[in-house]
C-alpha cells in the first residue's frame, strides 16, 4: 500500500504548481503532506529593476534596499539586496509575505527556534545570520550578502568541477550534521546553492530546517521541492542524515545531465529511482556507482551520514578512464612460398592502469586492393578473432595454397577495441612465390595434395564420368566408396548428442544387464570340482567374479565408443547395399537411376568442398582444373582400352 501511495504521489509531482492541483480528495488536509507542500519550482525569477518598482522601507529597522534578488510568489517571499545603515555592508533581506497588518504574529513565534539554531551557525559555506524582524507585511530575516549565483542558472560545468562543487556541499553537510543536535536542511536543490566565480559554495535557505527530528518550523509555508525530496520526507517519516544526501544527490545529476529543477522528474521512474546512467556516459562507473548510492530510495540503501559519503568521493576519478591500444606494428609484409603456410604475431598492449581491453578483429580491402579473392576468404586468419584483456599475442595465420603466384594480396585488419581511439588499422601484404622443388618437398607437396579431399574429388568425377558410359555397376563402384568419402565427419556424428545418448540407454538398459546375467551365469553353473575344500571353493569363486567384474568394466567402456561407430556407418552399409541392389535388379531403369545417384554424389562432393574452401568457381579451375583433366584423361583411356580388348561389350 506504501509502494502504490508513493507512486500516485509521484505521478502527481509534475503538475503541481500550486495549492490548485493538489489531487482530489486531499486539498483540505492541513495535517498531511499535502497540506504543508507548496512547490518551488524556479525559485528565484529574474529580478525587475525598473524605476517603477516600489521597495519597501526597512529603515527603521537599521537597512535600506538597494534591488530586488528574486521573488517566489508560491511561498510568498521575496528576496532584497540591501545594506545596513549602520556599518553600510550588504546584507541580503528575505521577507515572507505571509501576514497582513493587525495579524495574530503568535503562529509564527516558530521562527523563533529556528532563528537561535541560525545564530549559532558559524561555516565559511553558510551565509552568516545577522538580524530578524518584523514588519506590517510580513517576517524578514537578514544574513550575509554572497557576491553568487544561484546553481540553477545554467552554465556549463565540467565533471570535475561538479566534484569540487559536490566536496563543498558535503563538507557544509559534514559541519551541520557534526552540531549536537544534528542539523538536516531538508531542501537541497541547486536553486538554494550559490557559486561565486571562484567556485566557492554557499548552502542558502534553512526555512526548512529541522534538528534532531523536531521541527524548526511546522513548514505551513514551504515543505520541499519536488523531485529533490527524499521519499521518507514525502511520506513525512522521521528523517535523518541520509536525508539530505538524497537531495545533494538529485542535485549533482541535474548538473552532469544538464537537467532543470522543474524537469527533474523526467528522468524519475514511479519507483522514485532516477534513470540517469545512459546520459552520462563521459563519467566513470565508480562515479556513477556513488550518485546511485546517494539518490536510492531506501534511506538505509544511502551512505549513513555525509562524511561517509566524502570519504567515498574522495578517491573517485569522475571522468571515464578509457584503455589505450599499443600495437607492436602497424604494417606487415609476408613472402613465401606456394604451399606454405606463413604466420606473424602481433602483440597488442593496454598500459592504463584499472581498465580492460576489449577487442575483435575485422578483415577488410584495402583502396589497392585489385585481386579476385573476398576479404574474408579462407586464406587469411587471425587467432583470437576476439579478447578481453590487457596483453594478447594474436597470431596472422596465410595459406599459401589458395592464392596466386607473384600476385600481390593487400588486406586491412580493423582492429575494433573500446579504447579512445575505437578503431586501429593494421596492414597485411602478401606475395606468394614459384617454389623451390626438391625431392623432399615434392613429397610433401604430394602427401598434402593426396590428403586434400577436393582434388581427390575432382580426379575420381574426371575418371568416372567417362566410365559410366561402359556400365552403371562401375558408377556403383565409385558411387559407394564416394558416399564414405561424404561420410568424412564421421568424427563430428559421433559427437551428435542423439547418438551419444542412445548408446547411454543401449549401455545401460542392455548391455550392463546382459553382462550381469552373463557373470551370475558363469559364477553359479561353474564347475570346480577338483577344489575339494568348500572354504576354497568359495575364495575361487569370488577371486573369478572379480575378474569377470574387471572384465566386464572393460567391455563397458569399449561398448560406448564401439557403438556410436556401427550407428554411424550403418546407414551408410544399408545404402551401399541397396544401391547395388537396384543397379542389378532395376534392369535399364534401374542402371540409370544408379547412375544419376552416381553423378549427384560425385557433384555433391566437390560443391561442398568448394563451399567450405570458400572457393569461387574461377578460382577452384584455375587450381584443380589440371586434375580434373587428368582424370577425364584417365577414364577415357580406360574406356579405350575396355572397348579396343572386346571386355567392354562382355561387361555391357
Known amino acids: 500500500m506504501e509502494s502504490d501511495y508513493l507512486k500516485n504521489l509521484f505521478n502527481w509531482l509534475p503538475n503541481a504548481k500550486n495549492s490548485e492541483s493538489l489531487p482530489p480528495g486531499d486539498r483540505t488536509k492541513s495535517g498531511s503532506i499535502f497540506g504543508k507542500l507548496t512547490p518551488n519550482f524556479g525559485n528565484q525569477e529574474p529580478a525587475n529593476t525598473s524605476p517603477a518598482i516600489k521597495f519597501p ?183 535523518n542524515e541520509a536525508s539530505d544526501l538524497y537531495g545533494l544527490g538529485v542535485t549533482l545529476i541535474a548538473l552532469l545531465t544538464e537537467t532543470k529543477s522543474a524537469e527533474i522528474t523526467t528522468i524519475i521512474d514511479s519507483s522514485y529511482r532516477l534513470n540517469f546512467r545512459e546520459l552520462v556516459p563521459f563519467l566513470s562507473e565508480s562515479f556513477i556507482d556513488w550518485l546511485a548510492k546517494m539518490v536510492q530510495p531506501n534511506m538505509g540503501d544511502r551512505f549513513p551520514h555525509a562524511a561517509a559519503a566524502l570519504e567515498a568521493l574522495t578517491p573517485i576519478s569522475v571522468n571515464r ?161 564416394l558416399m564414405l568419402l561424404i561420410a568424412k565427419d564421421i568424427s563430428h556424428k559421433l559427437e551428435d548428442d542423439r547418438i551419444h545418448k542412445l548408446a547411454e540407454v543401449s549401455q545401460k538398459w542392455f548391455f550392463t544387464p546382459s553382462l550381469m546375467v552373463l557373470g551370475i551365469f558363469l559364477v553359479t553353473h561353474l564347475e570346480i570340482d577338483w577344489v575339494h575344500s568348500p572354504t576354497s571353493q568359495l575364495w575361487l569363486r569370488l577371486l573369478i567374479t572379480l575378474l569377470l567384474g574387471g572384465v566386464g568394466v572393460g567391455m563397458l567402456a569399449l561398448y560406448k565408443p564401439a557403438f556410436k561407430r556401427i550407428a554411424v556407418i550403418f546407414p551408410l552399409l544399408i545404402f551401399a547395399s541397396s544401391f547395388v541392389l537396384v543397379g542389378a535388379t532395376g534392369g535399364l531403369l534401374g542402371k540409370i537411376a544408379e547412375a544419376g545417384v552416381s553423378s549427384y554424389i560425385l557433384t555433391g562432393t566437390v560443391r561442398e568442398n568448394m563451399e567450405q574452401q570458400k572457393l569461387s568457381p574461377g578460382l577452384a579451375l584455375r587450381q584443380y582444373g589440371l586434375r580434373a583433366i587428368l582424370g577425364i584423361g584417365l577414364g577415357s583411356g580406360i574406356v579405350w582400352l575396355l572397348i579396343y580388348s572386346g571386355i567392354g561389350s562382355l561387361i555391357w
Open 57 to 239: 522601507n526597512f529603515k527603521s529597522h537599521g537597512y535600506e534596499v538597494l534591488e530586488k534578488l528574486g521573488h517566489n510568489y508560491a511561498g510568498g517571499r521575496c528576496t532584497y539586496l540591501g545594506v545596513c545603515c549602520q556599518t553600510k555592508q550588504p546584507v541580503t533581506i528575505k521577507q515572507f509575505q505571509f501576514a497582513k497588518p493587525g495579524a495574530d504574529w503568535s503562529a509564527y513565534k516558530a521562527h523563533e527556534r529556528e532563528i537561535k539554531v541560525l545564530r549559532e551557525l558559524s561555516h565559511p559555506g553558510i551565509p552568516r545570520y545577522l538580524d530578524c524582524f518584523e514588519t506590517d507585511e510580513g517576517f524578514c530575516l537578514v544574513h550575509e550578502y554572497k557576491n553568487a549565483k544561484s546553481l540553477a542558472i545554467y552554465r556549463r560545468l565540467t565533471p570535475d568541477k561538479i566534484k569540487k562543487i559536490a566536496t563543498s556541499l558535503l563538507e557544509i553537510l559534514v559541519y551541520l550534521q557534526s552540531r549536537v543536535p544534528p542539523v538536516i536542511h531538508r531542501d537541497i536543490k541547486p536553486e538554494n546553492i550559490l557559486i561565486d566565480d571562484y567556485l566557492n559554495v554557499y548552502l542558502v535557505d534553512f526555512g526548512l530546517a529541522r534538528i534532531a527530528g523536531e521541527d524548526l518550523m511546522q513548514s505551513s509555508v514551504i515543505a520541499g521541492t519536488p523531485g529533490f525530496m527524499a521519499p521518507e520526507q514525502l511520506l513525512d517519516r522521521d528523517l
Open 321 to 481: 578512464t578509457l584503455p589505450s591500444v599499443k600495437l607492436s606494428q602497424s604494417a606487415i609484409e609476408l613472402t613465401g612460398e606456394f604451399g606454405e603456410i606463413l604466420t606473424h604475431t602481433i602483440e597488442i598492449n593496454n598500459p592504463v592502469a584499472d581498465t580492460t581491453l576489449q577487442g575483435r578483429w575485422e578483415i577488410a580491402t584495402t583502396s589497392n586492393t585489385s585481386d579476385s579473392l573476398p576479404k574474408s576468404a579462407k586464406w587469411l586468419k587471425i587467432k583470437p578473432a576476439k579478447f578481453k584483456r590487457n596483453r594478447v599475442q594474436c597470431q596472422i595465420i596465410v595459406d599459401s595454397q589458395n592464392l596466386l603466384i607473384d600476385q600481390i594480396y593487400e588486406r586491412n585488419l580493423l582492429l575494433h577495441t573500446n579504447s579512445a581511439t575505437p578503431t586501429q588499422i593494421v596492414t597485411v601484404k602478401v606475395k606468394v612465390c614459384q617454389p623451390k622443388i626438391t625431392l623432399a618437398k615434392t613429397s610433401a607437396i604430394l602427401q598434402e595434395k593426396l590428403s586434400s579431399r577436393l582434388p581427390l574429388t575432382l580426379f575420381l568425377l574426371g575418371a568416372a564420368t567417362p566410365i559410366t558410359l561402359i556400365s552403371p555397376y562401375i558408377a556403383a563402384g565409385i558411387a559407394i566408396p
